[in-house]
């Protein structure tokens, strides 16, 4: 309560009276609505402002790329994938992606760690067949002792800063025998997924080289325009930076 038994105002917008109780201020309905997916809690008192606040930035730039993502590739109901805009998304989730948010991806098999990859690195228990392709080695490796699968899905680490962590849950009920058609068609699925998520490490890798030669490029001609270098040392390590 305020002064005299007034309400207090919402500690996000301060405008609205604050309804809801929450572990350093107190929100409004309104902008308790704005949370959206990114902030789904019945414990609302245990929440700080700033983790409020970061879920409302969160969903406002979620609502701005679902608003141009427009997917040109989609694999099953595991991957939804937009190359013009570099955007992705699991159908499980209502969160867009952008290509430069996938840190790592890592396949697991009844809690172990099959194959893995990440930007700016080599697939690891498996390899990429043909440079970029379809991920062969650690799921398509010697045959091995006929089993029970419980779990098989994709953990992937982003830099979204709400979904840090997502899965593609290829088994979501039950368990399979590993000699299976059914472990071979989900393996089929996989390897479909991992090698987008391993086109998207390297579309970054080359994104990111783009933009340091941008950058190397942009050095030099604020040396240029300082009067530091020529216009023909400029034009000479233009081309040098940008392989012509």
């Not at 993502?69 to 190359?83: A, R, S, V």
Request: aromatic share 8%; net charge positive; charged share 25%.
């Amino acid at each position: 309560m305020g002064l005299f038994g007034a309400k207090e105002k919402c500690s996000i917008c301060g405008v609205n009276d604050g309804s809801i109780k929450l572990q350093d201020g107190c929100i409004c309905k309104t902008c308790q609505g704005k949370c959206g997916e990114f902030l789904i809690t019945l414990g609302w008192k245990n929440i700080p402002v700033q983790r409020v606040k970061k879920a409302i930035v969160a969903k406002v730039d979620n609502d701005n790329l679902a608003r141009i993502f427009n997917p040109d590739k989609k694999l099953e109901k595991y991957i939804e994938i937009d190359t013009v805009n570099r955007l992705w998304k699991i159908p499980a989730y209502r969160v867009i992606f952008r290509f430069e948010d996938l840190i790592e991806y890592t396949l697991i098999e009844n809690g172990a760690n099959i194959t893995s990859g990440g930007l700016g690195r080599a697939v690891a228990g498996g390899v990429l067949f043909g440079g970029i392709g379809a991920v062969v080695g650690g799921i398509t490796g010697p045959k091995k002792e006929r089993k029970e699968i419980k779990e098989l899905r994709i953990k992937i680490i982003t830099r979204n800063s709400v979904y840090q962590e997502v899965y593609i849950n290829f088994l979501t009920t039950g368990s399979i025998k590993s000699d299976s058609m059914m472990y071979n068609i989900y393996n089929g699925h996989i390897q479909s997924v991992l090698t987008e998520f391993a086109l998207m490490g390297d579309s970054n890798v080359q994104a990111q080289d783009q933009t340091s030669g941008a950058d190397e490029i942009l050095k030099y001609k604020n040396l240029l325009d300082a009067g530091i270098i020529t216009s023909e040392e400029f034009e000479a390590k233009k081309k040098q930076i940008l392989n012509l």
